[in-house]
Protein backbone atom coordinates (compact mmCIF):
# COMPACT_ATOMS: atom_id res chain seq x y z
CA UNK A 1 0.00 0.00 0.00
CA UNK A 2 1.33 3.31 -0.84
CA UNK A 3 -0.78 5.07 -0.32
CA UNK A 4 -1.61 6.56 -4.43
CA UNK A 5 -3.47 4.15 -6.38
CA UNK A 6 -4.22 4.49 -9.82
CA UNK A 7 -6.53 2.76 -11.96
CA UNK A 8 -6.95 0.58 -14.05
CA UNK A 9 -3.86 -1.29 -14.30
CA UNK A 10 -4.02 -2.05 -17.32
CA UNK A 11 -5.30 -0.08 -20.60
CA UNK A 12 -5.94 -1.29 -24.14
CA UNK A 13 -7.69 1.14 -25.87
CA UNK A 14 -8.02 1.74 -29.81
CA UNK A 15 -7.42 5.30 -31.59
CA UNK A 16 -10.58 6.54 -32.08
CA UNK A 17 -11.29 5.70 -27.85
CA UNK A 18 -12.05 7.73 -24.96
CA UNK A 19 -10.94 6.36 -21.60
CA UNK A 20 -9.53 7.83 -18.57
CA UNK A 21 -7.23 7.36 -16.04
CA UNK A 22 -7.54 7.96 -12.09
CA UNK A 23 -5.29 8.55 -9.55
CA UNK A 24 -6.27 8.53 -5.43
CA UNK A 25 -3.89 9.62 -2.83
CA UNK A 26 -4.75 9.53 1.02
CA UNK A 27 -1.46 10.91 1.76
CA UNK A 28 -3.11 14.67 3.23
CA UNK A 29 -0.70 15.68 -0.22
CA UNK A 30 -1.39 19.14 -1.83
CA UNK A 31 0.43 18.46 -5.56
CA UNK A 32 -0.10 15.41 -7.79
CA UNK A 33 1.77 14.62 -10.37
CA UNK A 34 1.19 12.96 -14.29
CA UNK A 35 4.65 10.88 -15.54
CA UNK A 36 4.81 9.12 -18.59
CA UNK A 37 7.28 6.33 -18.32
CA UNK A 38 8.13 4.80 -21.80
CA UNK A 39 11.04 2.07 -22.95
CA UNK A 40 14.57 3.20 -22.69
CA UNK A 41 13.57 7.04 -22.05
CA UNK A 42 13.86 8.90 -19.40
CA UNK A 43 10.35 9.53 -16.92
CA UNK A 44 8.53 12.54 -18.91
CA UNK A 45 6.64 15.10 -16.17
CA UNK A 46 3.26 15.48 -18.03
CA UNK A 47 1.64 17.63 -15.85
CA UNK A 48 1.75 19.17 -12.16
CA UNK A 49 -1.18 20.34 -10.15
CA UNK A 50 -0.58 22.29 -6.99
CA UNK A 51 -3.72 22.87 -4.65
CA UNK A 52 -5.81 22.07 -7.87
CA UNK A 53 -4.33 24.77 -9.98
CA UNK A 54 -2.02 23.36 -12.58
CA UNK A 55 0.88 24.73 -12.76
CA UNK A 56 2.88 22.91 -15.10
CA UNK A 57 2.15 21.71 -18.46
CA UNK A 58 5.16 20.15 -19.99
CA UNK A 59 4.16 20.91 -23.63
CA UNK A 60 1.59 17.93 -24.11
CA UNK A 61 -0.35 16.63 -26.40
CA UNK A 62 -3.75 18.09 -26.66
CA UNK A 63 -5.10 14.51 -26.33
CA UNK A 64 -4.53 14.27 -22.85
CA UNK A 65 -6.76 15.98 -20.98
CA UNK A 66 -5.48 16.34 -17.19
CA UNK A 67 -8.24 17.37 -14.05
CA UNK A 68 -8.00 17.53 -10.48
CA UNK A 69 -11.22 17.86 -9.32
CA UNK A 70 -9.56 18.15 -5.52
CA UNK A 71 -6.16 17.88 -3.85
CA UNK A 72 -6.72 13.42 -3.53
CA UNK A 73 -7.92 13.30 -6.83
CA UNK A 74 -6.36 13.29 -10.44
CA UNK A 75 -7.72 12.23 -13.68
CA UNK A 76 -6.50 11.90 -17.18
CA UNK A 77 -8.58 12.10 -20.15
CA UNK A 78 -7.44 10.26 -23.08
CA UNK A 79 -9.21 10.68 -26.61
CA UNK A 80 -7.57 9.84 -29.95
CA UNK A 81 -4.34 8.48 -29.26
CA UNK A 82 -1.49 7.43 -31.21
CA UNK A 83 0.50 3.82 -31.03
CA UNK A 84 3.61 6.26 -29.59
CA UNK A 85 1.20 6.87 -26.76
CA UNK A 86 1.58 3.47 -25.25
CA UNK A 87 3.55 3.35 -21.93
CA UNK A 88 2.82 3.23 -18.35
CA UNK A 89 1.45 6.44 -16.87
CA UNK A 90 2.33 7.20 -13.26
CA UNK A 91 0.93 9.37 -11.08
CA UNK A 92 2.77 11.22 -8.08
CA UNK A 93 2.16 13.09 -5.20
CA UNK A 94 3.93 15.37 -2.61
CA UNK A 95 3.26 18.39 -0.45
CA UNK A 96 3.07 21.20 -2.33
CA UNK A 97 6.24 23.45 -0.89
CA UNK A 98 8.86 22.76 2.10
CA UNK A 99 10.01 19.13 3.01
CA UNK A 100 12.32 18.07 0.53
CA UNK A 101 10.44 16.62 -2.21
CA UNK A 102 10.04 13.36 -1.82
CA UNK A 103 7.24 11.98 -4.68
CA UNK A 104 5.00 9.02 -3.48
CA UNK A 105 4.11 6.59 -6.54
CA UNK A 106 1.23 4.62 -7.36
CA UNK A 107 2.10 1.28 -9.38
CA UNK A 108 1.12 2.85 -12.71
CA UNK A 109 -1.42 2.26 -15.27
CA UNK A 110 0.02 0.17 -18.74
CA UNK A 111 -1.53 1.78 -21.72
CA UNK A 112 -1.61 0.12 -24.91
CA UNK A 113 -2.92 1.94 -27.86
CA UNK A 114 -4.11 -0.13 -31.24
CA UNK B 1 18.68 23.05 -18.03
CA UNK B 2 18.77 20.24 -14.67
CA UNK B 3 19.59 16.61 -16.10
CA UNK B 4 20.82 13.55 -14.69
CA UNK B 5 22.94 11.42 -16.27
CA UNK B 6 23.14 7.46 -15.10
CA UNK B 7 25.00 4.96 -16.34
CA UNK B 8 23.90 2.50 -18.88
CA UNK B 9 22.34 -0.47 -17.94
CA UNK B 10 21.54 -3.49 -18.09
CA UNK B 11 23.91 -4.75 -14.83
CA UNK B 12 23.80 -8.46 -14.30
CA UNK B 13 25.74 -9.20 -11.13
CA UNK B 14 25.70 -11.91 -8.75
CA UNK B 15 24.78 -12.74 -5.08
CA UNK B 16 26.81 -10.87 -3.03
CA UNK B 17 28.99 -9.09 -5.17
CA UNK B 18 29.56 -5.10 -5.20
CA UNK B 19 27.55 -2.88 -6.37
CA UNK B 20 28.17 0.93 -7.80
CA UNK B 21 25.63 2.62 -10.32
CA UNK B 22 27.28 6.14 -11.37
CA UNK B 23 24.86 9.06 -11.10
CA UNK B 24 25.84 13.03 -11.76
CA UNK B 25 24.36 15.63 -12.25
CA UNK B 26 23.77 19.45 -13.57
CA UNK B 27 21.96 21.68 -11.98
CA UNK B 28 21.62 25.91 -11.14
CA UNK B 29 22.13 25.65 -6.86
CA UNK B 30 22.09 23.10 -4.48
CA UNK B 31 18.95 20.62 -5.49
CA UNK B 32 18.04 17.65 -3.11
CA UNK B 33 19.20 14.14 -4.61
CA UNK B 34 17.37 10.57 -4.98
CA UNK B 35 17.52 7.24 -5.87
CA UNK B 36 13.98 5.45 -6.40
CA UNK B 37 13.58 1.97 -7.20
CA UNK B 38 11.44 0.02 -9.36
CA UNK B 39 10.79 -3.50 -8.82
CA UNK B 40 9.05 -5.46 -11.59
CA UNK B 41 5.41 -4.25 -12.50
CA UNK B 42 5.40 -2.11 -9.61
CA UNK B 43 5.36 2.07 -9.55
CA UNK B 44 8.68 3.59 -8.12
CA UNK B 45 9.61 3.65 -4.10
CA UNK B 46 12.16 6.11 -2.48
CA UNK B 47 15.34 4.15 -1.95
CA UNK B 48 17.13 7.01 -0.35
CA UNK B 49 18.16 10.66 -0.45
CA UNK B 50 20.61 13.57 0.82
CA UNK B 51 18.96 16.77 0.71
CA UNK B 52 23.36 18.58 0.75
CA UNK B 53 26.67 18.23 -0.09
CA UNK B 54 28.62 15.48 1.85
CA UNK B 55 25.46 14.03 3.30
CA UNK B 56 24.84 10.22 2.72
CA UNK B 57 21.84 8.79 2.14
CA UNK B 58 21.21 5.08 3.22
CA UNK B 59 18.41 2.41 3.20
CA UNK B 60 18.42 -1.29 2.74
CA UNK B 61 21.92 -1.61 2.69
CA UNK B 62 22.32 0.55 -0.26
CA UNK B 63 24.22 4.34 0.41
CA UNK B 64 24.86 7.37 -1.78
CA UNK B 65 27.12 10.65 -0.57
CA UNK B 66 26.39 13.44 -2.06
CA UNK B 67 29.58 15.03 -3.98
CA UNK B 68 29.05 18.51 -4.72
CA UNK B 69 33.10 19.06 -6.38
CA UNK B 70 32.31 16.16 -8.57
CA UNK B 71 28.57 16.74 -8.68
CA UNK B 72 27.78 13.17 -8.54
CA UNK B 73 25.43 10.93 -6.29
CA UNK B 74 26.82 7.32 -6.70
CA UNK B 75 25.01 4.62 -5.68
CA UNK B 76 26.65 1.55 -3.63
CA UNK B 77 25.42 -1.94 -1.69
CA UNK B 78 28.42 -3.86 -0.48
CA UNK B 79 26.72 -7.41 -1.01
CA UNK B 80 23.69 -7.74 -3.32
CA UNK B 81 20.65 -10.55 -3.22
CA UNK B 82 18.71 -11.73 -5.60
CA UNK B 83 15.37 -9.51 -4.06
CA UNK B 84 17.70 -6.21 -5.41
CA UNK B 85 16.79 -7.12 -9.03
CA UNK B 86 14.76 -3.95 -10.29
CA UNK B 87 15.50 -0.40 -12.18
CA UNK B 88 17.27 2.32 -10.25
CA UNK B 89 16.28 5.53 -11.19
CA UNK B 90 18.53 8.33 -9.70
CA UNK B 91 16.48 12.34 -9.80
CA UNK B 92 17.05 15.95 -8.27
CA UNK B 93 14.65 17.75 -6.95
CA UNK B 94 14.11 21.70 -8.51
CA UNK B 95 11.11 23.76 -7.14
CA UNK B 96 9.71 25.66 -9.98
CA UNK B 97 6.16 27.23 -10.21
CA UNK B 98 5.68 26.65 -5.99
CA UNK B 99 5.60 23.01 -7.08
CA UNK B 100 8.59 20.07 -6.59
CA UNK B 101 9.25 18.68 -9.54
CA UNK B 102 12.13 15.45 -10.09
CA UNK B 103 14.06 15.30 -12.90
CA UNK B 104 15.02 12.02 -14.00
CA UNK B 105 17.79 9.80 -14.94
CA UNK B 106 17.15 7.28 -17.79
CA UNK B 107 17.24 4.06 -14.74
CA UNK B 108 19.67 1.33 -14.89
CA UNK B 109 18.26 -2.38 -14.57
CA UNK B 110 20.06 -4.54 -11.83
CA UNK B 111 19.67 -8.75 -12.36
CA UNK B 112 21.12 -10.40 -9.53
CA UNK B 113 21.78 -14.10 -10.15
CA UNK B 114 21.63 -17.01 -7.37
Known amino acids: ETGVTQTPRHLVMGMTNKKSLKCEQHLGHNAMYWYKQSAKKPLELMFV???????ENNSVPSRFSPECPNSSHLFLHLHTLQPEDSALYLC?????????????FGEGSRLTVL | GDSVTQMEGPVTLSEEAFLTINCTYT??????LFWYVQYPGEGLQLLLKATKADDKGSNKGFEATYRKETTSFHLEKGSVQVSDSAVYFCALRITQGGSEKLVFGKGTKLTVNP
Open chain 1, 92 to 104: ASSRASGGHGELF
Open chain 2, 27 to 32: ATGYPS
Open chain 1, 49 to 55: YNFKEQT
